[in-house]
């Protein structure tokens, strides 16, 4: 009997638990109302089609320094091979594709653990959606 007790009261509390870290806390995946108003510039980035950049780190190299308005870069489909490293100085970017199975950011130079990704961020204001880093 006290084993019982003791396994219900731990499912009670996990269920507890699990249901306080998600709605609570706002850690339900939700897009802010009139989010798209604040961004002031978008551009389009792929490997093939009419596009401004052909690749991730030219389109955050275009980004001014100092920015204080958010810049969309979106990302069509496909594997994008490449480091990219996005300054202190180049804030407020949203990189954001269609579909995180269909967008794969990879790269791989065999270093330390904190520079060998396919990604540095070094500006605060940095928004990844839909896009997998490999």
Same mark, same amino acid.
């Given at each position: 009997?006290?084993? !019982?007790?003791?396994?219900?009261?731990?499912?009670?509390?996990? !269920? *507890?638990? &699990?249901?306080?870290?998600? $709605?609570?806390?706002?850690?339900?995946?939700?897009? =802010?109302? @009139?989010?798209?108003?604040?961004?002031?510039? *978008?551009?389009?980035?792929?490997?093939?089609?009419? *596009?401004?950049?052909?690749?991730?780190?030219?389109?955050?190299? $275009?980004?001014? $320094?100092?920015?204080?308005?958010?810049?969309?870069?979106?990302?069509? @489909?496909?594997?994008?091979?490449?480091? %990219?490293? %996005?300054?202190?100085?180049?804030?407020?970017?949203? !990189?954001?594709?269609? @579909? =995180? !199975?269909?967008?794969?950011?990879?790269?791989?130079?065999?270093?330390?653990? &904190? $520079?060998?990704? =396919?990604?540095?961020?070094?500006?605060?204001?940095?928004?990844? %959606?839909?896009? *997998?880093?490999?």
């Amino acid at each position: 009997m006290k084993f !019982l007790i003791c396994l219900l009261a731990l499912s009670f509390w996990n !269920l *507890t638990a &699990s249901s306080s870290r998600i $709605s609570p806390h706002g850690l339900e995946h939700k897009q =802010p109302k @009139n989010f798209n108003i604040d961004i002031g510039k *978008t551009v389009v980035v792929g490997q093939s089609g009419a *596009t401004h950049f052909k690749t991730i780190q030219a389109a955050i190299d $275009s980004v001014p $320094s100092g920015n204080n308005k958010w810049i969309k870069i979106q990302l069509q @489909n496909g594997i994008y091979f490449e480091k %990219i490293v %996005i300054p202190m100085e180049k804030e407020k970017i949203i !990189l954001q594709g269609n @579909n =995180p !199975l269909e967008v794969i950011i990879q790269y791989n130079d065999a270093g330390q653990a &904190s $520079s060998s990704g =396919p990604m540095i961020v070094n500006a605060e204001y940095f928004i990844a %959606i839909n896009v *997998t880093f490999k």
